[in-house]
């Protein structure tokens, strides 16, 4: 009995060590991503900025229009403000502050992740500049793609866009009401003041949305290239969607019911494809039995189920993994989309997990602890426990990707050398050199490995090398969500 008792107490110990090790891993990632944001950040760097390497850029943004733009987030490698990708940013952040905010305080890092959120949403109200008027762009896309140039040193042009009653965009006029509701959701606790703010801008994108149907780029051609909306149907259900957590309101939960278009089973969460997500939060509603939302709303979280289960490869149509088991959807910036489906996991575990429910998948039960599970492992292939022993996330671990297509890691920092880069010199020193990027960009997760779990780190295979906030933004609210404990 002595024996078999000090068996137990020693496998308790190691299991806790084990545990402990796996919370400090998560933790040290969850930092590193909310340092990310403060490298993509445009305008006027606050005195306590992280990322020393960077400095102030894009001072005059909105001067053309008489309208005060500056600030908000660079998309990708570039130094472009693309307002489509940057609002479902703010959404997913904020999504993961409000799912895991207990989690996020715990490891220290829920200020850092409502400055993160407030960098986006402080943009956004100066952007949107009156109830049917949404500045959605400044710079151009194909302009900046033929320079390389750190953004403190841009010579193109910052031309601002916007969509307005005229000329609609209901897609980022949607996303962006979406995001401005989670925020709101997000520091209700904090600030109601600032709360009250952001839902009264909600609000108003909604209705200017709803009221304006129409895609965005054919406003606003110069986005098309790059960040091209294949309908908005999506965006206003999944605005309606927050709206109704961050109000309560009738009118929100009745959008959603009658509403022509649920979206069906999707096969991936994205930037561009809401449905799925829209889907998980009207779930959570029939799981709380909320509004009588069974019988209406019932699509929604059928299609939801459907979706997750495909996810866990326990549907009719299961998403594919990688030899490795990394889920892959697409050739360029898989993670994305990967980091997106983990979030919808995170928090619809929650769901269930409150309402002690489990999803019944065609191939078995799926029950929250086995979907945590399951995103644990696709973390820790993103972390490096994976075919290549490689981190993608930059600066984490022992070895991660060194060429990381982006302008502002890959040219020397301005405060180590402020001799301008002009536009085309910077190919030929920076691009083209086979060293190391000067500046580590901690946190970011770059596009990710093939379908075959190859990757070539390169600067010019922007596919797999260049990130985005769109991918480290979903896995904040992951990473915080693992900081507690796989089995919890």
Not at 28 to 50: I, N
Request: glycine letters at 10%.
């Amino acid at each position: 009995m002595e024996l078999c008792g000090y068996i137990l107490v020693l496998w308790l110990l190691v299991s806790r060590v084990g545990h402990g090790e796996a919370a400090s891993k998560y933790t040290q990632a969850l930092t590193k991503s909310l340092v990310y944001f403060e490298a993509q950040r445009s305008g006027k760097l606050p005195e306590d900025q992280r990322v020393r390497w960077r400095g102030d850029s894009a001072l005059k943004d909105g001067s053309d229009v008489g309208v005060d733009l500056v600030g908000g987030y660079y998309d990708s490698g570039d130094n472009v403000k693309f307002g489509f990708p940057m609002a479902f940013t703010i959404t997913t952040l904020s999504w993961g502050v409000v799912e895991f905010r207990n989690q996020l305080a715990a490891a220290g890092e829920l200020i850092n992740a409502l400055t993160a959120i407030s960098w986006g949403t402080n943009y956004f109200l100066h952007a949107h500049t009156t109830a049917d008027v949404l500045y959605v762009e400044v710079g151009d896309g194909n302009s900046d793609h033929a320079c390389w140039q750190r953004p403190e040193d841009m010579t193109t042009p910052r031309t601002s866009y916007k969509v307005d009653a005229s000329r609609p965009g209901a897609d980022v006029a949607g996303e962006t009401a979406a995001a401005l509701a989670a925020a709101s959701i997000a520091f209700r606790p904090s600030d109601p003041a600032y709360a009250n703010d952001l839902l009264y801008h909600a609000e108003q994108l909604f209705d200017f949305a709803k009221s304006h149907p129409g895609l965005y780029q054919n406003s606003v051609p110069v986005a098309s290239q790059f960040y091209s909306s294949s309908g908005f149907d999506d965006e206003l259900v999944w605005a309606a969607a927050w709206l109704h957590r961050a109000t309560g309101k009738q009118t929100y939960f009745d959008f959603l019911a009658k509403s022509s278009n649920s979206g069906g089973v999707r096969s991936m969460f994205s930037w561009d494809d809401k449905f799925a997500g829209a889907q998980v939060l009207v779930a959570k509603l029939i799981l709380e039995k909320k509004n009588g939302s069974n019988g209406a709303l019932s699509q929604y979280k059928n299609a939801a189920d459907q979706f997750l289960c495909s996810l866990l490869q326990k549907g009719n149509n299961n998403v594919k993994l990688s030899p490795g088991g990394l889920l892959w959807f697409q050739p360029w910036n898989n993670l994305q989309y990967t980091t997106a489906a983990l979030l919808l996991l995170s928090a619809h575990s929650n769901h269930l997990a409150a309402a002690k429910a489990t999803i019944q998948c065609p191939s078995g039960i799926l029950s929250p602890p086995e979907i945590i599970a399951f995103v644990s492992k696709q973390v820790d292939y993103i972390l490096g426990a994976n075919p290549k022993n490689m981190s993608y996330m930059v600066g984490f671990g022992p070895t991660w990707p060194g060429k990381v297509h982006h302008r502002g890691a890959s040219v020397v920092s301005i405060k180590k050398d402020p001799t301008p880069v002009d536009c085309k010199d910077g190919f030929g020193r920076w691009f083209n050199s086979p060293n190391p990027n000067p500046n580590v960009i901690d946190g970011a997760i770059v596009g990710g490995p093939d379908a075959n779990d190859g990757y070539n780190d390169d600067r010019s295979n922007f596919q797999q090398a260049e990130p985005s906030t769109v991918t480290t933004s979903a896995i904040v609210g992951v990473l915080a969500r693992l900081t507690e404990g796989v089995g919890k």
